[in-house]
């Protein structure tokens, strides 16, 4: 999912994306450390999701706090 996709959720929406991202990569990083893992591309992906997804919810807290001047 793109940056400009997420920005049109609510931070309600992308705290449960964080959350979804977080589990995936907690499964991914079991499979690989029992050796199951084939798509090791996926967990990067993951991870970079992750981070765009708390980018964004930075962006707009700071949004909302601008405006609370």
């Given at each position: 999912?793109?940056?400009?996709?997420?920005r049109?959720?609510?931070?309600?929406?992308?705290?449960?994306?964080?959350?979804?991202?977080?589990?995936?990569?907690?499964?991914?990083?079991?499979?690989?450390?029992?050796?199951q893992?084939?798509?090791?591309?996926?967990?990067?992906?993951?991870?970079?999701?992750?981070?765009?997804?708390?980018?964004?919810?930075?962006?707009?807290?700071?949004?909302?706090a601008?405006?609370?001047?």
């Amino acid at each position: 999912m793109n940056a400009s996709e997420l920005r049109e959720k609510t931070a309600d929406q992308l705290n449960e994306e964080l959350v979804a991202l977080k589990k995936e990569a907690f499964n991914l990083r079991f499979q690989q450390a029992t050796g199951q893992l084939e798509n090791t591309a996926r967990m990067r992906a993951v991870k970079r999701g992750a981070a765009r997804v708390k980018t964004i919810l930075n962006e707009k807290a700071k949004a909302a706090a601008g405006e609370a001047k």
